[in-house]
């Protein structure tokens, strides 16, 4: 069960369960969200929002406890890279791809909490300084994601699903426009005011600033070193305002 799993389909059951009761809980699966077991007992998961807690399997049924909701599935099957899970208030079976999440340190592991803060929604409008520290958690988020799976070797793994400012290619990556960023992305801000400052900052940090893509056939090499030197320039990038370019 310590692997990541990613979520890939879901099945509503044809019949309903004699005790079948309507489910009220707030949480959503997409295509990027993620279920990492750790062999110590805790988890990260994106199930519409990060989230962090402990897990355990009794009766055949797998437990996530977090301080928000806990959650109980029904452990249908179990393999090596697959898992189906079946979440009875919703009548549904929720199927998981698995990838590998053993790490020599805690810092390689991009699940962990500290790569996520970026996924926080904004409550209140943001300082120059709040909207930088959101943008380069995403971009170390990126990298470390990318270069976990270079590592691994897993192809399957999910890219343009991650809601994100930057669209990935198979030999790079580009800024979206402000109108074509995924929502998922704009509504972790404040208001959309917020979402262009990001946008304008982002701009100027590729603007001014070169990307030497290493010579790699393996893509997923290429983006971890290509993320991290975008954050780099990030520090060497000052805010630079609409009208007052340098």
Known sequence: MDKAWFFSEMNLSAEKPAKYKPDKKDFFLYRESFLDLQEDGSYTSYFGEFDKGKWKIRKKK???YNIKQDL??????????KLKLYYAPRNTEYVFDGFDNRFASADDNPFSPVYHKWRIKARKKETDEEIDARLKNHLLFQQKYFTWGFKNGDEGLVVNAIPSPVTIYGNGFQLRHEGEQPFEWKDLFYDSLDCRRAYERLYYVFAYNKVNFPKTDNDFELLASAFKQVRQHFELTPWIKPGKEK
């Open 72 to 81: 109980e599935f029904d452990i249908v099957s179990l393999t090596a890279n």
């Open 62 to 64: 797998l437990i996530l």
